[in-house]
């Protein structure tokens, strides 16, 4: 299990990380301060904010640079000519940018929940709360009574660098006086963003991030159709290689689940075995209790928006063996625990 300072007296167990997931972000507009602090409330041992930057070089918290989905700027009459087209790691996305802005103007915009149509609730309170920076994060772990750990994810690195806005230089001179072994880790899809914080002196453990297809954008811009796959990365040479520069992986959920030929869960992969074997630790996303995001077998009903059988999927990913996992609802994650 991942060698952290657990909070509520649970290190002797070893138990995996219990991470809040943008915040509790399955009641609250996610990268918000209500849902960071209502992870911490409900028991969360870390938080993972997704960091971009704006066009003046601040990093704020947002899952894209795209943010019309998580929002208001739509709204906002005096940002309509903003409205442009980029293609972000070889995907076109039409909207509004983050680099395309100022602190002082995303200043002004509120957040929206993401999913209104799943989390009716959370969407509430849409309107309420303005974005963060990454600044605003820290000083609220700094804030909480117990030891929290922020797990950085470092978003479109590649591009943000072509443009002039290396996230490499601009987290760690945010970050590296705060920084320590115990309260941060680095993650991100591209692990070349990854060496290079690490190799401007930042404390911290460093998580390769691991979607089930597709190559990391910082290799196909380099290599094209040659680019070594995230599949590759997990065979047995390419978790050596990973070991050799990075002290974890983070793997997404369906990684993990052994699923027969109707799409319905029989158990789980040798996986996290495997990258154990090879000196790593494991993490993985997202456990979500919602019926659209469970496996068919775990779902109640078809309303995709309502719980499903969450307390079976969690327990069976949790006997994975995983050191940590990523849950937009950390509280269910901490019940199926208890369970155990």
Avoid at 67 to 90: C, P, Q, Y
Avoid at 156 to 166: E, K, N, Q, R, V
Avoid at 304 to 326: H, Q, R, T
Wanted: proline share 4%.
């Amino acid at each position: 299990m991942v060698a952290v300072a657990y909070p509520y007296g649970v290190s002797l167990e070893r138990r995996p990380l219990v991470i809040g997931h943008r915040g509790a972000s399955g009641y609250r507009p996610e990268h918000t301060r209500a849902a960071y602090e209502l992870a911490f409330a409900l028991g969360a041992d870390a938080v993972e904010p997704d960091i971009v930057a704006t066009g003046d070089g601040v990093l704020v918290l947002r899952h894209e640079n795209e943010i019309s989905g998580t929002t208001d700027v739509a709204t906002h009459s005096e940002f309509s000519a903003r409205r442009t087209t980029k293609v972000i790691d070889g995907v076109t996305r039409v909207g509004w940018f983050t680099e395309d802005f100022t602190w002082a103007e995303l200043s002004s915009l509120r957040t929206v929940e993401r999913l209104p149509g799943i989390r009716q609730h959370s969407a509430s309170f849409d309107g309420r709360f303005p974005m963060l920076r990454l600044c605003d994060l820290m000083s609220m772990i700094d804030a909480q009574d117990l030891p929290r750990v922020m797990v950085a994810e470092i978003k479109h690195a590649t591009y943000f660098a072509s443009i002039g806005l290396p996230l490499d230089e601009l987290f760690a001179a945010q970050i590296a006086d705060w920084a320590t072994v115990d309260n941060l880790i680095v993650e991100s899809f591209e692990q070349t963003v990854l060496g290079r914080i690490r190799a401007r002196g930042v404390a911290g453990r460093h998580v390769f991030l691991v979607e089930a297809s597709g190559a990391p954008a910082d290799l196909v811009a380099r290599f094209g159709p040659e680019a070594r796959t995230y599949a590759e990365h997990l065979s047995p040479t390419g978790l050596a290689l990973l070991a050799a520069e990075v002290d974890g992986v983070s793997v997404e959920k369906k990684l993990l689940l052994a699923m027969d030929d109707r799409g319905r869960v029989k158990g789980t992969t040798d996986v996290v075995q495997r990258a154990h074997e090879a000196g790593l630790d494991v993490f993985t996303w997202t456990l979500r209790a919602e019926n659209r995001f469970l496996a068919k077998n775990f779902r109640l009903g078809v309303a995709g928006g309502n719980y499903g059988n969450w307390m079976d999927e969690f327990a069976l990913i949790l006997s994975s063996g995983v050191d940590g996992v990523f849950a937009d609802q950390p509280d269910l994650v901490l019940a199926a625990l208890a369970e155990r």
